[in-house]
């Protein structure tokens, strides 16, 4: 009977980490080139004979390498990925890869972020503007252009976020092993004047949450239901003396 209760024990744990992780995933279905958060669990078998007990591990997270929609904004530095890449920025937790591409330039020329944070080239350094050039026009490959002249060029980066990552912002995710740079491939580039959405879809998520909090609530049911049974069997026996 204590077996019965650790494995819904062990179903609560794994619950409550979907149950944060489709939440997180339904408070950013409008943020900007956000990625769903997923959440994958392994069995673990507690002994081999006939009685072995069936438990579930805490889950590992991953990110969904699904792309989402693209919006067209007309923003003169706002800017969508194409393919499987992602666009990176030095942050004071090192570097972070995102697919939003909202960007602003410095008086000094500087490219950022919203928040600030220097956008990298291909190479790993910020990426640096003719302050009196006034706004880039921008090209499939990343290059900027100013006045005619290439002043610049926006990395793209390939990055596969490891097991259990960790988010920066609403839509960052920091880079664990330094990002590969992308160059000189025809089935990835970038697009000015639009931006890429959340790849959430708030209805299915949803559903999701509705369903896992459900199973949550039965699981918790089933305990108590099965600490009844224990003390009621603990009582009996107490008093059979």
């Known amino acids: 009977m204590e077996n019965g209760i650790y494995v819904a024990l062990s179903s609560q744990v794994a619950l409550e980490k979907r149950l944060n992780t489709i939440a997180h995933n339904v408070a950013n279905s409008n943020t900007t080139g956000f990625r769903a958060g997923k959440v994958r669990f392994d069995e673990v078998l507690n002994g081999v004979t006939k009685t072995s007990s069936s438990f579930v591990t805490e889950g590992k997270s991953y990110v969904s390498p699904m792309s989402g929609g693209v919006e067209e904004t007309g923003g003169k530095l706002d800017f969508a990925v194409q393919g499987d890449v992602w666009f990176a920025a030095e942050t004071p937790v090192g570097t972070v890869v995102t697919r939003d591409g909202r960007f602003k330039m410095q008086e ?23 302050p009196a050039g006034g706004i880039p026009r921008a090209g499939r490959d990343g290059f900027l252009i100013q006045n005619g002249v290439q002043t ?21 995710i920091i880079a664990e092993t330094p990002p590969e740079p992308v160059v000189d491939r025809s089935d990835v580039g970038l697009i000015q004047g639009y931006l890429e959405e959340s790849n959430v879809n708030p209805v299915d998520e949803m559903s999701k949450l509705i369903m896992v909090h459900r199973t949550f609530d039965n699981i918790a049911a089933l305990i108590r239901d099965s600490e009844g049974s224990l003390e009621e069997a603990i009582k009996t026996l107490g008093g059979s003396n």
Do not use: W
Request: glycine share 18%.
């Open 152 to 172: 610049g060029a926006i990395g793209l980066f390939e990055y596969q976020p490891t097991a259990d990552f960790r988010r920066y912002g609403n839509s960052g």
């Open 108 to 130: 000094t020329g500087e490219l950022v972020t919203l928040d600030g944070h220097a956008v990298l080239d291909a190479g790993g350094a910020p990426v640096q503007l003719d």
